[in-house]
């Protein structure tokens, strides 16, 4: 009698599809089937308050709107912007950190560890933080500067357009340095000495060194670092929404803020999530750009494209 082949789920070939299949399965799940009803909805006229417009098609409606509405390219914006000082604030920052964390020969790996807190808490966290610091009455920064004569009175840090721009660029900033400061003291401990040696007998001044071994070893590392902050500050909602709810008069608010109020506050989810898929653009460039000096950059220093 001819042996019966064992099940499919059983047989050897097989096995590498079966383990996978949890990771899969929670993938489709959690991630594929929410992009697909969220792409669908943006070409309906989906609002939360009225379940039976998810099924009425608009077509590219609500991205036509998009296009003509001068709140969204404002806040497309003023994102663009809020990005770009963010980045090269916290890659200055940190940079600066790594070095001076890097010449420290005695507590270098207890300051290594303080240097990770501010990442380790919540965003809606430092948001309330930085509200009550911010505060124009209560605020520990104005009692601060009323109490040494700097100023005669409260400083509206979080009502004055451009001060309360600030105001969230610092918190975001106070918060994700520390993501730079690792990547780059990690590459200045991968950075080979031979080079550095090399160029000190040379006669090459401290800042020669710098200029030309060990900022460009550094530069693949500034660059993963980029593209992992350009995501998140992209993505910025928390703490604007906790310091000033893109106010004032809208003045602070940025694309996910816009988006979640027209979303949730105003219940037009369609328009919201074609919102969403018109933003991702930026992460997508912000991401091929930064991965493009990646590639570069790797190249320049000898390593594989």
């Known amino acids: 009698m001819a042996n019966k082949p064992p099940p499919f789920w059983q047989r050897e070939r097989y096995t590498p599809y079966i383990l996978l299949l949890p990771a899969i399965l929670t993938l489709i799940f959690v991630v594929l089937m929410p992009l697909l009803f969220s792409l669908y909805t943006s070409f309906t ?91 124009d009455n209560i605020g520990i920064l104005n009692n601060a500067l009323q109490s040494l004569g700097l100023s005669a009175g409260a400083i509206p840090w979080l009502v004055d357009t451009y001060l309360a721009n600030f105001a969230i ?11 730079f400061a690792i990547l780059l003291l990690a590459g200045l401990f991968a950075m080979p000495r031979d080079p550095l040696e090399a160029a000190k007998v040379d006669g090459c001044t401290p800042w020669q060194v710098f200029r030309h071994i060990t900022l460009p070893f550094l530069m693949p590392f ?29 003045r602070t608010e940025l694309l996910w803020t816009l988006i979640a109020r027209t979303g949730y506050d105003n219940a037009r989810m369609g328009q919201a ?19 493009t000096k990646l590639i570069a950059a790797r190249t320049y220093m000898g390593g594989a494209a």
Request: hydrophobic share 55%.
């Open 45 to 135: 006229g989906y609002r939360l308050i009225r379940p039976e417009s998810l099924y009425q098609w608009v077509g590219l409606r609500n991205y036509e709107r998009i296009f003509t509405d001068g709140d969204f390219w404002s806040a497309f914006g003023r994102t663009i912007i809020f990005l770009t000082i963010v980045l090269n604030v916290e890659f200055l920052l940190g940079l600066g950190i790594a070095l001076l964390i890097n010449k420290i020969t005695w507590g270098q790996r207890t300051l290594r560890t303080i240097m990770m807190f501010p990442m380790m808490f919540s965003p809606i966290l430092v948001g309330y933080q930085f509200k009550f610091v911010f505060n």
């Open 169 to 179: 660029i610092f918190a975001e900033v106070w918060m994700s340095t520390s993501v």
């Open 222 to 250: 500034v660059f993963i670092a980029m593209t992992i902050r350009s995501l998140d500050v992209a993505r910025a909602y928390d703490i604007v929404d906790v310091m000033t709810g893109g106010g004032p008069a809208g």
């Open 273 to 291: 999530n074609a919102m969403a898929y018109v933003s991702i653009i930026l992460s997508i460039a912000f991401t091929y750009y930064f991965f």
